[in-house]
C-alpha cells in the first residue's frame, strides 16, 4: 500500500532536509508545475484527481483553485494562505507534516501558488507548534537557497514567496476568513461571505487558503497523476488520509490509511480496541465540532460523503473515542466549554448561545440540572444552526451537543434525576 | 523604547507584507519573547512603530491568548484542557500542578517561577495528557511525571 504523505517520514522524529527530499523525488512536481504545465493544466489534474480538502470541510481543491479570477484586468497580486493553525481538539495530524516533512508542504503551497498565477504563500502556524515553526523556518530557508524559492525560480520567469506567520492563539484563527483578518494583524473575527476569499482575501486580493495536509498532496498529484491519486482510495475522494485516535484505546496514534479506510479498522486493527475493560460508546470521528456517532456506526466508511449518511462528518480524520468509564455529559460539557470559550464574541448566538449551554451543561454535571434544561439545550442547538451564525464555529459547536442529547439521553436524565454525576470523578 | 534588535525584528517581519499592521501580532511575539510580557509602554511603542493607535494594537492583543498583557513568572505553563486529555486524565493532573505550585489558573508562584494557564488542544492527542512549559512539549503526563518535570525549571 503507497503512503505518499508519509513515506519520507523519518523513524527518529528529525524532519526530511532539503537533500533527503530532493533524493526522493522532492522539487520535481514543482518543476513540472512551472517548465511543463500551465497553470489551467494544473487545476484540471487536481480537479481530476478529486482531492478534497483535508482541513475538514472536503471543499474540492481543485474546484476551489479554479474560482479565483485570472486573465487581463482581473485583481493582482493573488495569494495563498496555508491554515497551519491545527487546533480543533482531538487532531494531531497536520503536526506530523509540519515536524517531519516540512517541504512538502512548502512545494504544495508554492506549486498552488503557480496555479492561480499568484505571488506568494503565507503559512499561518499555530504558536504553541514550536518545533514545526524551527523546521519550516529552516526549510523555507533551504528552499530559497535552492532557488525553489524566491525571484524567476528555475528560470521559469515566475516569483514565489513563501513567508511564515506565527500565530498567538484563538482556535478562530483557524476559520478562513478568520485567518485573514488575523494575517492582516486584526482580531480574528470572521467575515461575511460572499466575497468569497477566492475573490476578496488578503488585503482585498484573490487568496486561496488550504489546509497543510491538503497542500502536501498536491506535489504527489503533480507527478503521479490524478488516476495513480484516485487509486489510492476506496472512495470516490481521492487519495490516502491520515487518521488518528484518541481516547482509551490501547495504542493511540496517526496512520496514513486510503481514503475511506473504515472506522472499525481504524480502531480496531490499528489502534488496538479498547483497554481492557472498557467499551466504545460512542465517538467523534474528526474533532471537537462532528457529531457523535455510536458502535452500530463502527463500519462507516470515514470519507466526506459516507460519513455524512449517519448525521456526521469525517471532519479532520481524527477519532476521538468515548469509553464506557467515562461521563458522555461530563464530556460535553468539556467540548462546550471550549467552544464557548473560543467564540470571538462576533454574532451574537454563538457567544450567548454556547455560553449558556455550558451553563447549563455545567449545572446538570454538578447535580443541579432541572427538566426542563434538555428542551433548552435543543433549542440553542437550533439557534446556532447554520445560516444564523457568521461561520461555523456555532453550528460546529452544536454538532457533538445534538448528537450527545440524541445517544446519551440518558446519561444526561440519570444525572438530573440523581442530582449528581453518577460517573467517579 | 523599543530596543534596536527588537525594531530591526519588527522591521524584517514588517517586510514580508503590504501592510505595516499586518505585522502586528509579530511585533507583540517579538517584544513579549524579550520581555516575558507587552507592558502599556511596549505597546504604546509598537504601536507607534506601526502606524496604528495604541487602542487598535490593544483590541489585537487582548484577543489573542498567547500574548500577556500582565507580568508572568519566569516559566509558563500551558496546560490542555480540551477533551482528549480531558478524556485521559487532565482533571487529575491539573489538581496535582494546582496544590503542588499552590496557585490557580492565571496565578504566578510567590517566587515568580511559575504562571499556570489552560490552553485549548495542544496536538498530541495521542500522547495526552499534555502540557508545555515554555517552549517545551511535555506528554503522557501523570502527577509523579509533573514533579520531575517542575525540577528542571529554575
Not at chain 1, 482585498?204 to 487558503?209: A, E, L, M, Q, R
Request: aromatic share 8%; charged share 25%; glycine share 10%.
Amino acid at each position: 500500500m503507497e503512503k505518499p504523505l508519509t513515506a519520507r517520514i523519518r523513524p527518529d522524529g528529525e524532519a526530511v532536509d532539503l537533500k533527503a527530499y530532493e533524493r526522493a523525488g522532492g522539487y520535481q512536481a514543482l518543476r513540472k508545475a512551472l517548465l511543463e504545465k500551465s497553470p489551467k493544466e494544473l487545476i484540471e489534474e487536481v480537479k481530476d484527481s478529486n482531492l478534497r480538502g483535508r482541513g475538514g470541510a472536503g471543499f474540492p481543491t481543485g474546484l476551489k483553485w479554479s474560482l479565483v479570477p485570472t486573465g487581463d484586468g482581473t485583481p493582482q497580486p493573488r495569494y495563498v494562505a496555508v491554515n497551519a493553525d491545527e487546533m480543533e481538539p482531538g487532531t494531531f495530524k497536520d503536526r506530523l507534516l509540519l515536524e517531519g516533512d516540512p517541504h512538502s508542504v512548502i512545494e504544495g503551497a508554492a506549486i498552488a501558488v503557480r496555479a492561480i498565477e499568484g505571488s506568494a504563500a503565507y503559512i499561518f502556524l499555530r504558536g504553541e507548534y514550536v518545533l514545526a515553526a524551527q523546521r519550516l523556518r529552516r526549510a523555507i530557508g533551504e528552499a530559497y537557497a535552492a532557488g525553489y524559492l524566491g525571484k524567476n525560480v528555475l528560470g521559469s520567469g515566475c516569483d514565489i514567496e513563501v513567508h511564515l506567520h506565527i500565530s498567538a492563539g484563538r482556535y478562530m484563527c483557524g476559520e478562513e476568513t478568520g485567518l485573514l483578518n488575523a494575517l492582516e494583524g486584526k482580531r480574528a473575527n470572521p467575515r461575511t461571505k460572499p466575497p468569497f476569499p477566492v475573490a476578496s482575501g488578503l488585503w482585498g486580493k484573490p487568496t486561496v487558503i488550504n489546509n497543510v495536509e491538503t497542500l502536501a498532496n498536491v506535489p504527489h498529484i503533480i507527478n503521479n497523476g490524478a488516476e495513480w491519486f484516485k487509486s489510492l482510495s476506496r472512495s470516490k475522494d481521492g487519495g490516502t488520509k491520515l487518521y488518528g485516535a484518541s481516547g482509551k484505546v490501547k495504542r493511540p496514534g496517526l496512520w496514513e490509511l486510503p481514503m475511506g479506510t473504515t472506522a472499525r479498522e481504524i480502531l480496531e486493527e490499528h489502534a488496538g480496541g479498547m483497554r481492557d475493560g472498557l467499551k466504545l460508546r460512542g465517538f467523534l470521528p474528526g474533532g471537537a465540532s462532528t457529531d457523535f456517532l455510536t458502535a452500530e456506526h463502527l463500519d462507516v466508511k470515514m470519507d466526506f460523503t459516507e460519513v455524512q449518511k449517519f448525521g456526521s462528518r469525517m471532519g479532520t480524520g481524527t477519532i476521538i473515542v468515548l469509553d464506557d468509564a467515562t461521563c458522555p455529559v461530563g464530556m460535553t460539557l468539556n467540548l462546550e466549554h471550549f467552544f464557548a470559550q473560543e467564540s470571538c464574541g462576533w454574532c451574537t448566538p454563538c457567544w450567548s448561545g454556547l455560553s449558556w449551554a455550558e451553563r447549563i451543561l455545567q449545572a446538570i454535571e454538578d447535580g443541579r440540572g432541572e427538566d426542563r434544561d434538555l428542551d433548552d439545550l435543543e433549542a440553542i442547538t437550533k439557534f446556532v444552526a447554520p445560516g444564523n451564525t457568521f461561520c461555523a464555529l456555532a453550528p460546529g459547536a452544536a454538532e457533538p451537543l445534538q448528537s450527545a442529547l440524541k445517544y446519551f439521553r440518558g446519561d444526561f436524565e440519570r444525572h438530573i434525576r440523581e442530582k449528581r454525576c453518577p460517573w467517579p470523578s | 523604547m523599543l530596543t534596536p534588535e527588537e525594531q530591526r525584528e519588527i522591521e524584517q517581519e514588517a517586510a514580508s507584507y503590504p501592510e505595516r499592521r499586518a505585522a502586528s501580532i509579530d511585533a507583540l511575539r517579538i517584544v513579549q519573547r524579550r520581555r516575558g510580557w507587552v507592558s502599556d509602554e511596549a505597546l504604546a511603542d509598537v504601536a507607534e512603530l506601526l502606524g496604528m493607535s495604541p487602542a487598535e494594537l490593544e483590541s489585537v492583543a487582548t484577543f489573542y491568548n498567547l500574548i500577556f498583557r500582565k507580568p508572568v513568572g519566569r516559566h509558563v505553563i500551558l496546560i490542555c484542557d480540551s477533551v482528549s486529555c480531558w478524556i485521559m486524565g487532565y482533571t487529575k493532573v491539573r489538581d496535582h500542578l494546582k496544590a503542588r505550585l499552590g496557585i490557580n489558573f492565571g496565578e504566578t508562584t510567590s517566587d515568580g517561577r511559575f504562571t499556570l494557564l489552560p490552553i485549548v488542544c495542544l496536538g498530541a492527542c495521542d500522547r495526552a495528557p499534555v502540557m508545555m512549559v515554555d517552549e517545551d512539549t511535555h506528554l503522557d503526563l501523570t502527577p509523579a511525571r509533573i514533579d520531575a518535570i517542575l525540577e528542571r525549571y529554575e
